[in-house]
């Protein structure tokens, strides 16, 4: 084991932590089984996963910031451009394809005022960008985790990120498939997860014929 990554041991224990917690709370049958024995709790249970989430990040970043270990690189010259480059097109990516999420829901806000059930089970919509990659916020976010001066902490930080993406995309996608069924076992054929590749887009019409499927 590299002397570097000794000291960060409790860090990437406590990713993991992290990321099992983070995990269970989003699985349907732990929401539903809330849900179900506190009624009352339903419509708050969306904003206080998110509001929890964000809570329990910020001692892992405090832990990486205290103790960082030693700088095992640095984007130099035209990398740092490019690097700098890409994480300008992940912040615009993000603001873009904000517009095809229903934000007040995604946060947990509408459910304070409408019915959980409506809002939690929506009809399945193909946004602009999604029609070229199923997850682009977990692509723009990896952008921008790997675009930093990497310390020893922050390589451990970004190993498990790019994990838990992965790993929370294809849990997220099992609760997609339950829910639209063959439509969206389609769209995953044909859309790649997180890199646009050449031939693997759907056009306007094709998205639309999918999300009508859905219905």
């Not at 000794?6 to 099992?20: E, I, R």
């Not at 921008?144 to 790993?167: D, E, G, K, N, R």
């Not at 997220?172 to 997180?194: C, D, N, Q, S, T």
Request: charge should be positive.
């Amino acid at each position: 084991m590299p002397d570097w990554l000794t000291p960060q041991l409790p860090l990437a224990a406590a990713w993991v932590g992290y990321a099992a917690l983070h995990s269970l709370l989003a699985a349907l049958r732990v929401k539903h089984g809330i849900q179900r024995r506190v009624p009352a709790a339903a419509r708050y249970y969306r904003l206080g996963y998110n509001l929890l989430a964000i809570a329990l990040l910020l001692p892992l970043l405090a832990l990486a910031r205290a103790n960082p270990g030693p700088l095992l690189w640095q984007w130099q010259g035209a990398a740092q451009w490019l690097a700098w480059g890409l994480m300008l097109v992940a912040l615009a990516g993000f603001v873009v394809s904000s517009r095809d999420y229903d934000m007040p829901a995604f946060l947990g806000l509408r459910q304070l005022h409408e019915s959980s059930a409506a809002v939690d089970e929506p009809p399945f919509r193909i946004g602009r960008l999604h029609r070229h990659l199923r997850h682009p916020w977990y692509a723009f976010g990896m952008i921008l985790v790997w675009a930093q001066p990497m310390s020893a902490a922050w390589l451990v930080s970004s190993v498990f990120i790019t994990l838990y993406f992965v790993l929370g995309s294809r849990l997220e996608e099992a609760k997609l498939i339950a829910r639209y069924g063959e439509p969206y076992r389609r769209y995953r054929r044909r859309v790649p997860a997180f890199l646009p590749l050449p031939g693997c887009s759907l056009d306007a019409a094709e998205a639309a014929a999918l999300e009508r499927d859905a219905l």
